[in-house]
């Protein structure tokens, strides 16, 4: 048990451009989570997957963001046409049981 | 989610006991309290939860009130290590299994030597 992986750690952008961020949660964890965090606040819910399936998605998931779950596995949070506040810590988190472990994140820094 | 109310501070000395406590007066009768911390640049990492019983693990013990509107989380003999962002949360269940976690601000604990 390696823990959740989030590849990149960092990324920086120029504004307008795609970027993709991958998560690989822990093996046979069914549930995965996307949150985001910036500065001085308590990481915000994104979107939840059971295994591939996406059952619930904030409103703070707007149409430029997307994210995938192929076979229950990996997961990916694209976001298209970046925009300066897009910056901010995105954080993937996987469970089987109700409590939930995080990744490190994946700085995102649109410049 | 039921509001969970946190102080934004506090301090501690190395080795003594840290006791952080949370007020959750609107928490419904099935809903669970859940302690995560985050240290700084980390993601947040679990460490305990309960409904209505004082709970123990290798991290801390909580202490929920007998009407359940406020806990306490106690972190024994705490290090510099536990230095971090306490959060307290108590999530309602959407969708039969989403667990979903909202965060307030959290308590920053700050462990002095």
């Known amino acids: 048990d390696t823990g959740v992986s989030q590849n990149p750690r960092h990324k920086i952008t120029k504004r307008g451009q795609n970027v993709t961020f991958r998560c690989d949660p822990i093996?046979?964890?069914?549930?995965l989570y996307w949150y985001r965090q910036t500065l001085g606040q308590g990481p915000e819910f994104l979107t939840y997957?059971?295994?591939?399936?996406?059952?619930?998605k904030s409103r703070l998931l707007s149409d430029r963001f997307s994210a995938e779950r192929p076979k229950g596995s990996f997961s990916t949070l694209e976001i298209q046409r970046t925009e300066q506040g897009d910056s901010a810590m995105y954080l993937c988190?996987?469970?089987?049981?109700?409590?939930?472990?995080f990744g490190q994140g994946t700085r995102l820094t649109v410049v | 989610d039921a509001k969970t109310t946190q102080p934004p501070s506090m301090d501690c000395a190395e080795g003594r006991a840290a006791n952080l406590p949370c007020n959750h007066s609107?928490?419904?009768?099935?809903?669970?309290v859940y302690w995560y911390r985050q240290i700084h640049s980390q993601g947040p990492q679990y460490i305990i939860h309960?409904?209505?019983n004082n709970e123990t693990n290798e991290m801390a013990s909580l202490i929920i009130t007998e009407d359940r509107k406020s806990s306490t989380l106690i972190l024994p003999h705490a290090t510099l290590r536990d230095t971090a962002v306490y959060y307290c949360?108590?999530?309602?269940?959407?969708?039969?299994?989403?667990?979903?976690?909202?965060f307030g601000k959290g308590t920053l604990l700050t462990v002095n030597p």
């Open positions: 093996s046979e964890h069914n549930r």
């Open positions: 949360i108590a999530p309602v269940v959407t969708g039969g299994s989403n667990y979903k976690l909202t």
């Open positions: 609107t928490i419904s009768g099935n809903e669970y």
């Open positions: 309960g409904l209505k």
């Open positions: 997957f059971q295994n591939e399936a996406q059952l619930e």
């Open positions: 988190a996987s469970s089987l049981r109700p409590e939930a472990f």
